[in-house]
């Protein structure tokens, strides 16, 4: 069931697209919410279970909102995935209120599932409609880049809004979430083949599987890519902590952050030349080992703590859109959504079990040494698993990558 879509609305969508990505992530909290937490009186193990509640929410809706956006369309999901950001904005908004942040964080979680799978099938469809013949990983790239450049703005921001009031770091976010709603809500929806019977959401899910197991180099693109993104995203809240533990306030935590997704922006749109030139298993093998030696570092101190935060946020820029290039060309249109979502389900599964665990256990050992052993391992599994999607020898030193199935 191919998507249909004219080359008109297809760079129509393109541009919409990538202009709901920049006001859908100028979250201005993104750095400060544990810290804000933290002085509202929340202990680190109490903020880690609102964050696996987040998690566990990404892990229950994933699948089911994936196969319901490849079924009755991405726009209604992405509309509604906006909306929920727009509620777990105002329930930061009365901290007081436990379980109102318990019900927003949990509605949040299933609203970020609407997003992930169906935004980024629609902007390969889109791409694909104004011109087959070019490659999806340069747009792709373009993509995170933006996805990583609007927080550089919205970081940089949030520590100064949070000088006037935390109360305007949280509605100047809520105001952007809403512009990303009314975009989405004007989406050209692609139409596709009709079909006698529509399949049903079992019928879907069977496909899924089958589609997932027919293809051996999908297993390990899917389960190392979300082994590192929940490492990497962990680390990435966790760091919030960190950095007050060493005596940042607000404010510099909040630099940091902004110059940490500028880095990470460059990386983006640099990532498609790596591959080219080093070929998928190269591009990955290099900043995998990179990552895990910046895990080891961030024990040296405040400045290796800084410095390895910076180089984990770069290496992490790279490896997406290698590994999401490689994802998209091996699904059918029918199952985009539906397999994007298992990558994204598997991620918030491994953040829901690992920060918490972290939270946990720092009450007894250093979280800093937590950090050290637990991220370098998971790095060197997930670039273990990631080299077994691609083969020895995929690539030329400057021609394009090609992937192939391994036996």
């Known amino acids: 069931m191919a998507a249909t879509l004219d080359a008109a609305g297809g760079r129509r969508n393109r541009r919409l697209i990538l202009t709901i990505a920049f006001f859908g992530s100028l979250f201005f909290e993104r750095a400060l919410w544990i810290v804000y937490l933290s002085e509202e009186g929340y202990s680190l193990f109490e903020i880690s279970l609102l964050q696996a509640l987040l998690n ?62 169906a935004e980024e099938a629609m902007l390969y469809e889109a791409d694909r409609a104004e011109d087959p013949e070019r490659g999806f990983a340069r747009l792709v790239g373009r993509y995170m880049a933006i996805l990583t450049f609007a927080p550089t703005v919205a970081l940089g921001l949030g520590g100064l809004l949070q000088l006037v009031s935390w109360e305007l770091v949280f509605l100047t976010a809520l105001a952007a979430q809403l512009v990303a709603a009314v975009l989405s809500a004007i989406l050209s929806e692609p139409r596709h083949e009709r079909v006698e019977r529509p399949p049903t959401l079992r019928e879907q899910l069977r496909e ?24 990497t995203s962990t680390f990435y809240l966790a760091a919030q902590d960190l950095f007050a533990g060493e005596g940042f306030d607000p404010t510099a935590i909040g630099f940091i952050f902004a110059i940490e997704s500028l880095l990470a922006t460059i990386a983006a749109t640099l990532a498609y030349r ?18 895990a030696v910046a895990f080891v570092a961030i024990g040296g101190g405040a400045v290796a703590l800084v410095a390895a935060f910076l180089v984990l946020g770069f ?34 599964l ?18 800093t040494a937590l950090w050290m052993g ?22 030329r030193p400057g021609a394009a990558a090609t992937i192939e199935e391994p036996a």
């Open 56 to 117: 566990i929410g990404m892990v229950v809706g994933e699948i089911p909102t994936g196969v319901l956006a490849d079924r009755i369309g991405r726009r209604p999901l992405l509309v509604a995935g906006r909306l929920a950001s727009v509620l777990y904005l105002g329930a930061l908004l009365l901290p007081q209120e436990q379980w109102l942040l318990v019900g927003a964080f949990a509605i949040y979680g299933v609203g970020l599932t609407c997003i992930s799978g």
């Open 350 to 367: 491994a953040m829901a079990l690992l920060f918490p665990l972290i939270g946990a256990a720092s009450q007894y050992v250093s979280q």
């Open 315 to 348: 290496v992490d820029n790279v490896i997406d859109p290698v590994s999401h290039n490689a994802l998209n060309d091996r699904i059918p249109d029918e199952h985009r959504s539906s397999v994007l979502s298992v990558l994204s389900a598997l991620g918030a």
């Open 208 to 231: 899924l599987r089958e589609t997932i197991r027919v293809a051996p180099a999908v297993r390990p693109l899917i389960i190392g890519s979300a082994l590192f993104t929940g490492v």
């Open 274 to 291: 790596a591959e080219r030139r080093l070929g998928m298993r190269g591009a990955l093998t290099v900043s995998l080992a990179v990552g």
């Open 374 to 395: 637990t991220g370098a391992v998971l790095m060197l599994v997930s670039l273990w698993l990631l080299r077994r999607a691609a083969p020895a020898r995929d690539v």
